[in-house]
C-alpha cells in the first residue's frame, strides 16, 4: 500500500484516494472505510483524512452523510470531466429511467395499497419546494426525489423493476446532482406539481394517466440535453 512522505499531506492523500477509486476498488455509490482503517493505510493520521474527505467532496467525487459514512459520488472531480461525456452519461440515466418508471407507474396504479399509497404521499410531501422543512441542498434535494420515485417503482409490485432501479440508483443519484449543478430548476413548484398529479393518477388507480405523466416529465427533462 502506497504511503506519504511529503506535504501537504492532505492535499496526496485526497490523490491517493481518488487513484484507488478510478482503480475500482471503490464503486460508484460504496461506501469508504472508516477513518480509523484509511489512516494507518496511508500513514497519516485521522486529521489528515478527514481533510483528504473535504476536498474530495468538494470536487464532487465523495459524500459525507450524517451518521451513514462517506460515500463514493463520482469517479472524476467535477472539473476534469468532459462536459460531452456528461451529458450523454445524463441522457443514458434518463432513458434508463423512462424504460422503468413509465411501467412501473401504470403497475403502482392498479397494484398500490393504502399503505403504499400514504408513503407516496408522505415523500411526495418531503420534496415540496413549498414546505419550511424541504432540504435545499443540490443532493438531498436528489435525495428525497429518489426516494419519492423508489416508492413508485417499489408499490408497482414488480421485483425485477425494483432491483432494475436500484442497479442504478446509486448513477442515478449521480447523473441528477450533476444536472441539477449545471442546470438548476427554474420552477421547481411546477416540477412538483407534476409529481403530485402522478401520485394522484396512481390513487385513481389510472394507469394510463399515470404512466403518460411519467413520460412526459422525464421526456421533457431528456429534451434539455438534446
Not at 401504470?106 to 395499497?113: G, S
Not at 442504478?168 to 413548484?189: G, I, Q
Amino acid at each position: 500500500m502506497a504511503t506519504l512522505s511529503r506535504q501537504p499531506l492532505a492535499d496526496q492523500a485526497a490523490e491517493l484516494l481518488l487513484e484507488r477509486i478510478r482503480s475500482g476498488e471503490w464503486m460508484l455509490g460504496q461506501k469508504l472505510p472508516s477513518e480509523v482503517t484509511l489512516a494507518p493505510q496511508l500513514g497519516v493520521g485521522r486529521s489528515t483524512i478527514r481533510e483528504a474527505i473535504r476536498q474530495l467532496a468538494g470536487r464532487g467525487v465523495l459524500r459525507s452523510r450524517q451518521g451513514s459514512g462517506v460515500f463514493v459520488m463520482a469517479l472524476e472531480p467535477a472539473e476534469e470531466r468532459d462536459p460531452s461525456v456528461l451529458t450523454a452519461s445524463i441522457i443514458t440515466v434518463i432513458e434508463a429511467r423512462i424504460a422503468i418508471e413509465v411501467e412501473a407507474s401504470a403497475h403502482a396504479a392498479l397494484r398500490r395499497t393504502p399503505a403504499q399509497l400514504r408513503a407516496l404521499r408522505r415523500l411526495l410531501a418531503e420534496r415540496d419546494p413549498g414546505t419550511a422543512t424541504t432540504p435545499t441542498d443540490v443532493e438531498s434535494l436528489v435525495d428525497a426525489d429518489v426516494a419519492f420515485h423508489r416508492a413508485i417503482v417499489a408499490a408497482s409490485g414488480n421485483e425485477i423493476l425494483a432491483e432494475l432501479f436500484d442497479s442504478f440508483a446509486a448513477r442515478l443519484r449521480h447523473a441528477m446532482t450533476e444536472m441539477l449543478r449545471a442546470h438548476p430548476m427554474r420552477d421547481a413548484h411546477t416540477d412538483h406539481r407534476v409529481h403530485a398529479d402522478i401520485v394522484e393518477a396512481i390513487a385513481r388507480r389510472d394507469a394510463a394517466r399515470a404512466a403518460q405523466l411519467t413520460r412526459t416529465h422525464l421526456t421533457v427533462m431528456k429534451e434539455r440535453f438534446e
